[in-house]
């Protein structure tokens, strides 16, 4: 009930409906880029790379993420980053050899771009506007549609490209993203003026900033241990090698995301209240533990759904609780660069683990090993969290 009562604010119910379009189009597609790299013979290394190229822009924008969120007004820098989205799903319609590989990287880097200072923007945007228990429940609402909109993305998606190929779903893609920027061209949205600060003036008052709040480093920390569960390669490689005997490739892809991507809608409505600073730690043992046993089970599709739903049940949670943390101690002055940069910490553990993911793929190590390897660092990542769980307070802004 608190969602829908949240919901009938038109502002926020516009930036949900933007949310859930432009995170659809943009997971609907990974499916069809999968399975077109495993088509044209693509090796584990270019799998990963193309991966990196979706997770990448969080971690080079960084720097400079926050000035332009601060800089420029939030309607029209979103309608400006929805059309270049638009502009680059249309161009993946082009690729159909694997000596094109790299436009694809530059197409999908340019789209994850836009799509990176457009989530950035709007977290930045709801604490301007809404603030406590309401800002709470707005960044679960917000983990529930990106989980929703990725299992159902990936499910569709994976349907779409076996029935109609990589140009149909390419197609409905950018469809998404125009139905997206009308909505947002709609909204009432009132324009809020930031402090004017060159980008070297605003980069140092951030750092010094977060240099006198260090717990907001432990937050960022914990947060970017999200980043250890991006399975994309893992998956696709399970797909190409052992699903294929069972299942189309595309739908092996489809339905193993969306069993996951299942869990992480559900998570938060089961565990979302439960979460605290004081059992942070207990959550990244379960965490850790159902990765571990996913990676024992995965040689069997279909004990792989089960247990890849295990994997995504507290991992939207895990994200949110985090996220809020982060809201809640830093100043509105600066959010927009402390959650830049708090992206970028994530990001790179994303682009981290996406590579090294690859790489090990490609010297032979098995996909179960390198699989549990990521839930035995949320052991230690649970440790870290044991030792903060009474160090950092929710709403104790320095």
């Known amino acids: 009930m608190k969602y829908i009562a949240i919901l009938k604010n038109p502002i926020i119910r516009g930036l949900t409906a933007v949310q859930f379009l432009s995170y659809f189009g943009t997971v609907f597609s990974h499916v069809a880029i999968a399975s077109l790299m495993v088509t044209l013979g693509a090796s584990a290394d270019m799998i990963a790379m193309i991966f990196i190229a979706i997770l990448l822009p969080s971690l080079v924008l960084a720097p400079i993420n926050g000035y332009i969120i601060d800089r420029f007004e939030f309607k029209k820098l979103i309608l400006v980053l929805l059309s270049i989205e638009m502009s680059m799903t249309i161009c993946f319609m082009f690729i159909s050899d694997l000596a094109h590989i790299w436009l694809l990287w530059i197409f999908l880097f340019v789209r994850s771009i836009a799509g990176t200072i457009i989530f950035t923007a709007e977290m930045s945007y709801l604490p301007k506007i809404i603030s406590d228990d309401t800002l709470k429940s707005a960044n679960e609402i917000h983990s529930i549609i990106w989980s929703s909109t990725f299992a159902f993305g990936m499910a569709l998606g994976g349907l779409s490209t076996y029935y109609f190929g990589y140009i ?111 059992n942070l730690w207990v959550v990244m043992v379960l965490q850790g533990a159902s990765i571990i046993l996913w990676a024992y089970l995965q040689y069997d599709f279909t004990l792989s759904l089960f247990s890849m739903f295990l994997v995504g049940l507290l991992t939207t949670s895990i994200w949110s609780f985090t996220y809020y943390l ?40 098995a996909l179960s090993y390198i699989s549990a390897m990521v839930g035995v660092v949320f052991f230690f990542v649970a440790l870290y969290a044991f030792v903060l769980r009474d160090k950092i307070d929710i709403g104790k802004k320095d």
């Open 168 to 278: 149909g779903t390419f197609m409905i893609d950018f469809s998404f993203y125009v139905v997206a920027f009308f909505v947002m061209f709609k909204l009432p949205i009132e324009a809020i003026r930031n402090k004017a600060q060159s980008a070297w003036s605003a980069t140092k008052e951030v750092f010094d900033y977060i240099g006198k709040n260090r717990k907001l480093i432990h937050i960022m920390i914990l947060h970017s241990s999200v980043g250890l569960t991006v399975f994309d390669t893992i998956v696709t490689l399970l797909a190409e090698q052992t699903y294929k005997y069972v299942l189309a490739v595309p739908l092996a892809i489809g339905w193993i995301n969306f069993s996951r991507a299942a869990a992480l809608m559900i998570g938060p409505f089961v565990f979302g209240k439960h979460i605290k600073m004081s």
């Open 326 to 365: 982060l809201q809640q101690n830093t100043n509105k002055e600066f959010l927009g660069r402390v959650i830049s940069y708090n992206d970028m910490v994530f990001m790179a553990v994303s682009v981290g683990v996406t590579y090294a993911m690859g790489k090990m793929a490609s010297a032979g190590i």
